[in-house]
């Protein structure tokens, strides 16, 4: 039976897309996913956006990069239309200045557009959106396929959004410097490479994988073993004891700022290290297990040949280099190709070197991204 309900929508008011989405929850629960399903997503995209152009008309969800992140799991006619479809709204066309064109292919369409965004922004921050499981080979690993779901869509980031923590700045202020290197399908940067990955210890990809949250969620487990094998019980680059840099890592350190450095009660209570979060105060266990969850879930712990860990891409393998991309708050995982050529394997969490520890303008060199 359907219901017969009726509300005053207005995209201008919260409060009607809020009755909205009650209603349509009371239909999802009646007759099933693929009644709302992505009608329903869409429709809070778009309702974000309006909201966003109304309230912060400087926000950088309406630059193209941003409503190209916004809307990825739209659907569309021509794959361009990704792209073009999009520049009647954004803020920045005008920089940009991308025409449409579609005697243009996809990857010629794509391509034009990521290196006039990373240009115009003056930032790498663009190639958070490349790390896929689908990768078209035709693309080059520096420009984001808008035609697929970004890994990160399960849905997090590992990059901390909110207000009351510090945001990582991997790379200070040094800034991005982009050359011309006779191919326009390469980008031409300069980046620091930290270390090599030596090994790695994939994550779940199943959300129920119980045998994982058994193993490494609800105690350490194998990657307690894996890390303790390759970085010893005390993590060198901050000083810290395995247990809580391990601590950290696991949840991307997603802390606030005033409970960075003191809480961690879960991995040091009494003084000893504890291996078993079920043996630690309910409230911490029920405070930093679901973040555990959110952050290792389709990802992997990698250790480094000089005794770094962090949190890679599912991609991501033995002999892929950690760098620092200027331009970019976060490290990525680069995979050597050729000479100075790299392609990209997507960002990651490495213990130590999110706040700029390790950037320094000497140990720059140049790079192609390809």
């Known amino acids: 039976m359907l219901l017969d309900n009726e509300v005053d929508f207005d995209l201008e008011k919260k409060s009607g897309f809020g009755s909205f989405v009650i209603m349509l929850s009371e239909r999802y629960a009646r007759i099933g996913d693929d009644y709302v399903g992505e009608s329903l997503e869409h429709a809070r995209a778009m309702f974000a956006v309006r909201s966003t152009r109304l309230l912060v008309p400087n926000s950088a969800m309406l630059k193209l990069s ?7 799991n739209f659907g569309y006619t021509d794959p361009r239309d990704k792209i073009y479809g999009l520049l009647s709204i954004a803020s920045d066309a005008e920089q940009l200045r991308i025409l449409p ?3 243009q292919s996809v990857q010629t369409c794509y391509t034009i557009a990521a290196r006039k965004i990373i240009g115009e922004s003056k ?3 663009l190639l958070l959106y490349c790390q896929t499981l689908q990768q078209d080979d035709s693309l080059p690993t520096w420009v984001p396929d808008w035609r697929t779901h970004r890994l990160e869509r399960f849905p997090h980031p590992i990059f901390p959004s909110g207000s009351s923590r510090v945001p990582f700045k991997a ?3 040094l800034p991005l410097s982009i050359r011309d290197v006779g191919n326009d399908f390469k980008l031409g940067v300069r ?3 930290v270390d090599t990955i030596t090994r790695i210890t994939s994550g779940p990809v199943d959300p129920i994988d119980n045998d994982f949250y058994d193993d490494n969620v609800y105690g350490y487990g194998t990657w307690w073993n894996r890390a303790y094998a390759a970085v010893g019980r005390v993590y060198e680059h901050t000083g810290e004891s395995l247990a809580r840099a391990l601590g950290r890592t696991r949840i991307a350190d997603d802390e606030e700022e005033h409970v960075r450095d003191a809480r961690w009660s879960p991995y040091n209570v009494g003084g000893k290290e504890v291996r078993d979060l079920r043996k630690v105060p309910t409230a911490d266990f029920h405070q930093v ?3 555990i969850i959110k952050y290792t879930l389709f990802r992997s712990l990698f250790t480094t040949s000089k ?3 962090g949190l890679a891409p599912l991609t991501a393998r033995e002999g892929d280099h950690v760098v620092l991309l200027p331009g970019a708050d976060v490290p990525y995982v680069l995979r050597h190709v050729d000479g100075q050529e790299y392609s990209v394997v997507g960002h990651c969490y490495t213990h130590g070197i999110m706040f700029g520890e390790a950037a320094d303008s000497a140990l720059l060199q140049d790079i192609i991204l390809v």
């Not at 941003?66 to 990825?72: C, I, K």
Request: with cysteine.
């Open 66 to 72: 941003g409503l190209l992140n916004a809307t990825r």
């Open 101 to 103: 064109d579609y005697t």
């Open 123 to 125: 930032s790498c921050q």
């Open 289 to 291: 297990a679901p973040k």
């Open 171 to 173: 790379t200070l202020e």
């Open 191 to 193: 980046g620091i490479l």
């Open 307 to 309: 005794k770094y860990m």
